[in-house]
């Protein structure tokens, strides 16, 4: 409970925090739809939203704050297919894709999540789910002014799956 209200402690504070925030909640709503373009009523479950805000503490931090105990902390969401897992931790990458970019934290698009899947279906659904959020990250972002770095997602699942070199995946992409 402490570290959720921290998490709403700082969103009061941050200006910077708190739209980053309202942007990723955006982007959630907007990569939610359905192929066919309806959007469901998407609400936050409240394990989600909970562990959203007891996260961004220690995912927003920032180098010159004293405090990193936030950072040394593991959080570990166990919940059956279909609970929602998913959903809360792309919401801290949107969090983060939004509060790094308002920083200016990189002068070029980087790095800022790996996720690990071990097994290949759901690396492929996972996939699609990430840069559905992407594009609904970059959607947001063009609506606040935001051009420059759009969000971007890539993937790896081994050479069975995907090429490993430019010229394979422009065979595939031309057939």
């Not at 934290?105 to 492929?124: A, E, Q």
Request: glycine share 8%; net charge positive; charged share 20%.
């Amino acid at each position: 409970i402490k570290r959720m209200e921290n998490g709403i402690i700082l969103l009061q504070n941050s200006t910077l925090a708190a739209e980053s925030f309202r942007r990723a909640n955006d982007a959630i709503f907007c990569s939610s739809a359905s192929p066919a373009g309806k959007i469901p009523n998407f609400k936050w479950k409240p394990f989600q939203i909970s562990f959203i805000l007891m996260n961004l503490p220690g995912v927003l931090w920032d180098e010159k704050d004293s405090n990193t105990s936030e950072r040394e902390i593991v959080d570990l969401a166990w919940f059956p297919t279909g609970g929602g897992k998913t959903e809360a931790y792309l919401g801290l990458i949107a969090t983060l894709g939004f509060y790094r970019h308002s920083k200016s934290v990189d002068s070029l698009p980087s790095v800022h999540c790996i996720m690990r899947y071990t097994l290949r279906l759901l690396t492929l659904n996972q996939g699609e789910r990430a840069t559905r959020l992407m594009t609904g990250m970059n959607l947001i972002a063009r609506k606040h002014g935001i051009t420059e770095n759009p969000f971007s997602v890539g993937m790896w699942i081994g050479s069975t799956a995907t090429p490993n070199k430019l010229k394979d995946a422009t065979r595939i992409l031309n057939e």
